[in-house]
């Protein structure tokens, strides 16, 4: 009779303590959904039943040489050991695989057969050994022996070991580096466990070695909190960007769906943050009634992505089409019924999407106002690559001298004279032609560059005032539009006065424009921004008055000199009554603040006519000049003159 071996006993309670810490940290983290989920817990209960079939060997092992029974059990042990223990190396190259996104429609081996084949010979071999004692058996004094066989099941785990490592060298770019990071320790882990026991048989290090591998494992790969937000709980941008970049590089077929919520932005003016939570994982809880939960993402507040893997794209369409009806109908958070309008657009790889940043500017890009139809697929989406186009040819623009400055005349009514000039940027490019600002200044102030544009108008009309030809012109001033998303960033004033200051020129003759639905809703910290630079000699107008939320105080607040009335009310007032009436009441209205008036979109005698009954100050439209380059412009006030 022998002694208990309490070194490995102790080794194999560590790995069975290790086994059963990882399988309830799953289960309460609820990650039992996915395929890998599920993979990741035969990996661990595998080696969570070996450590028991261990554990009780080494109990039995003492008694084993005096009792038939305890032979018996002690042989049991062994046989549960190899049948399930040779199935672990392949079901480890199984996970590896869905962990790169690599699999299809159906599972690796399903699919190869000639993949497989090592695993179904050894583990056949494992099942048979008690007839055929192939793998292992015992010696008259019961004593264990390895046999020829056992050297295949080693060849095979290594065999499958190797394929794993090929296949996250193959996805590596695509794998996080937590999660690279996470299977290389298991490799070096099994690997040093596995040779030493290989080695010395009396070394039981494979089964420890195995489960704190596979505790790592599920530390950084099945704990996703850094992929889940934790106020919704729904996946997040970073676990699309790993999950995008799997699925691109193993080239497998993905249908996108973005659903866009467009009113989100009054959700969350008039609901605490807890609502728009609220209603986002009400939205979830929906979605997840048509793809499961790892496939719906939320991108940004009120934007979310499905994928669907190896989908047919007909059911892609189905389903979109569904997200679109039941945004038809309100949604219910706590007591409120909300109603929410949503956009759902519909694109597919490789056809579409290329690359992960093609799903992010989906999701990210603003939708077009003038949509006629709910559900966006195909040729729908072509205004995603004119978005893209216009972004290519600003930065082009920037770096290639595209832009021109542009100037249309300003006309004082009174007087009969040329005032001034607005100054308007163009941009010309030589892959998609001329793009006018309506289209690349609203792209302009999402993607950054706004700045750079305003600055490159500023330092064109300084050097246009600084060549003097203004002022030989009777010039009074140049009016240059401002970005409000530039002017409340810290430093602006400094930073306008640097530029100009450059030049050396008299700033009386620099008139910024400020639009007037920006300004309604920040006027607040404009107004310090408008004091400021007009105390420096700098005029301000109120760009487009009447097309925004018109906001009196705001008018009084920021202290402009011109407001300048948009075109859409001098229009207004030759069709109808009414809006001869709008007309003339804003008109009055402006006068009794003491501000002058400048009416935009003139091209009539008969508007003319209008303007001069109420005594308006300035004119500008296209019976004068249309906006024109610097040369033309220079020209036409010349012959004007002569």
């Not at 560590?14 to 059963?20: E, H, N, Q």
């Amino acid at each position: 009779m022998t002694d208990i071996n309490f070194a490995q006993l102790a080794l194999f309670i560590s790995a069975l303590l290790i086994c059963v810490t990882s399988v309830i940290f799953t289960v309460i983290q609820q990650r039992t959904d996915k395929l890998q989920n599920k993979i990741y817990l035969i990996l661990i209960s595998i080696v969570g039943l070996n450590a028991v079939s261990q554990i009780t060997r080494v109990f039995v092992d003492p008694v084993r040489m005096d009792s038939d029974g305890a032979f018996f059990l002690f042989r049991l042990c062994d046989y549960t050991y190899f049948v399930l223990h040779t199935a672990l190396s392949p079901m480890f190259f199984l996970y590896v695989c869905i962990v790169c996104g690599y699999g299809g429609k159906g599972p690796v081996f399903r699919r190869n057969l000639l993949l497989a084949s090592p695993f179904i010979i050894t583990e056949l071999l494992a099942v048979i050994n008690p007839f055929t004692r192939w793998v292992y058996s015992y010696n008259e004094a019961r004593v264990f022996n390895r046999e020829w066989a056992e050297n295949l099941i080693y060849f095979a785990a290594a065999f499958y070991f190797g394929l794993s490592f090929f296949r996250l060298i193959f996805t590596w770019r695509a794998l996080t580096a937590k999660r690279r990071t996470a299977l290389i320790y298991f490799f070096i882990i099994v690997v040093v466990g596995v040779i030493l026991q290989f080695v010395n048989i009396s070394i039981k290090s494979e089964l420890f070695a195995e489960a704190l591998a596979l505790l790592g494992v599920m530390i950084a790969i099945e704990s996703e909190d850094d992929r889940i937000d934790i106020d919704t709980g729904i996946y997040n941008r970073k676990a699309l960007q790993s999950d995008l970049s799997t699925a691109l590089l193993n080239k497998r077929n993905i249908d996108i769906i973005c659903v866009k919520i467009t009113n989100i932005d009054l959700l969350e003016h008039t609901s605490s943050s807890d609502n728009s939570d609220g209603i986002q994982i009400v939205i979830a809880g929906f979605l997840r009634t048509l793809v499961p939960r790892y496939c719906i993402y939320n991108t940004s507040p009120g934007t979310f992505i499905l994928t669907v893997l190896d989908g047919d794209h007909s059911r892609s369409l189905k389903m979109a089409e569904i997200i679109s009806k039941r945004f038809n109908n309100s949604w219910t958070l706590g007591e409120n019924s909300l109603l929410l309008n949503a956009v759902v657009m519909l694109s597919e790889s490789p056809e579409r999407i290329k690359n992960p940043a093609d799903v992010f500017y989906m999701a990210d890009s603003p939708v077009p106002t003038n949509l006629d139809k709910k559900v966006l697929s195909g040729r729908d989406l072509d205004y995603l690559m004119r978005r893209s186009a216009v972004e290519n040819a600003l930065a082009r623009g920037l770096e290639e001298g595209n832009f021109e400055v542009y100037y249309q005349p300003t006309y004082s009514l009174a007087e009969r004279r040329l005032h001034g000039a607005e100054a308007l940027i163009r941009l010309h490019d030589s892959i998609i032609g001329n793009v006018y600002p309506d289209e690349f200044i609203p792209i302009a102030e999402q993607n950054g560059l706004i700045d750079d544009i305003d600055d490159f108008v500023l330092r064109e009309v300084c050097s246009f005032i600084k060549s003097g030809v203004p002022a030989r012109l009777g010039i009074d001033c140049i009016n240059v539009n401002l970005s409000v998303i530039e002017c409340m960033q810290p430093g602006f004033v400094k930073h306008i006065n640097t530029i100009t200051d450059e030049y050396d020129i008299d700033k009386n003759r620099i008139n910024f424009e400020i639009t007037e639905s920006i300004a309604a809703s920040n006027y607040e910290t404009l107004s310090r921004v408008v004091a400021s630079l007009k105390a420096d000699g700098f005029h301000f107008s109120m760009d487009d008055y009447g097309t925004g939320y018109s906001n009196m105080r705001a008018i009084f607040m920021l202290d402009f000199d011109v407001v300048k009335i948009d075109k859409s009310i001098l229009w207004s007032a030759e069709e109808s009554e009414l809006g001869k009436i709008i007309l003339e009441s804003s008109v009055h209205m402006i006068k009794q603040m003491h501000r002058q008036i400048l009416v935009e979109g003139v091209e009539t005698e008969t508007q003319i006519e209008l303007l001069k009954q109420l005594s308006v100050d300035y004119l500008q439209g296209y019976f004068f000049s249309k906006p024109i380059p610097k040369a033309e412009f220079i020209q036409l006030v010349e012959s004007a003159r002569s």
